[in-house]
């Protein structure tokens, strides 16, 4: 098995050349480990958040399955909601920059609150906690763990999306100071 098509390669932006022989365009290549179709859907990583996965359309719908908050809505439905929330809540948005306050004095987004109940976590655990439910819970269910089993990789990519969006959060916070 090449390194390269390890479920942990996610993360990663993959480009290639599309098509082979003519002046080929760099392409965006789906996110999804091992996939080698376009991936031109692109798939918030987290509701507010403005990084995407780009997906083909097959994982763009698996990804969506795997994260409740867009359950039945297709790819760009997803998308077009999460930029209008966006928009919406846009006097809230430096107020979600200084998340992650570590205290659970409510100052943390709707997301990171939904993400600390995915990994089994109270609204004031650390990110100490996040790493260490993360990579626990997600061992549990890994693709490497239970090949084939699509209710663990929708629960694998639920829970790595949980860990996204509070990496994120603490990332925020640290530039913050
Ligand atoms: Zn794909």
Do not use: I
Request: charged residues 35%.
């Amino acid at each position: 098995m090449s390194k390269a098509r390890r479920s942990n390669d996610w993360g990663f932006p993959r480009w290639r050349g599309y098509g082979s022989g003519s002046a080929a365009q760099p392409v965006r290549m789906c996110d999804r480990a091992g996939c080698t179709e376009k991936g031109d859907c692109p798939a918030p990583k987290s509701p507010n958040s403005p990084e995407r996965w780009y997906f083909c359309q097959r994982h763009a719908a698996e990804y969506n399955q795997g994260w409740n908050y867009f359950e039945g809505l297709t790819a760009e439905e997803a998308a077009e909601r999460e930029a209008r929330e966006r928009s919406d809540n846009s006097g809230y948005r430096e107020a979600a920059h200084y998340g992650w306050a570590g205290s659970g004095d409510g100052t943390r987004s709707r997301d990171e609150l939904k993400a600390l109940d995915t990994l089994g976590l109270d609204p004031d655990a650390d990110f100490e906690a996040v790493r260490k439910a993360w990579r626990a819970k997600a061992k549990e269910v890994h693709p490497d763990v239970k090949p084939g089993d699509e209710e663990a990789a929708a629960q694998f990519r639920k829970l790595q999306v949980s860990y996204e969006v509070l990496r994120a959060a603490e990332e925020r916070r640290e530039w913050k100071g």
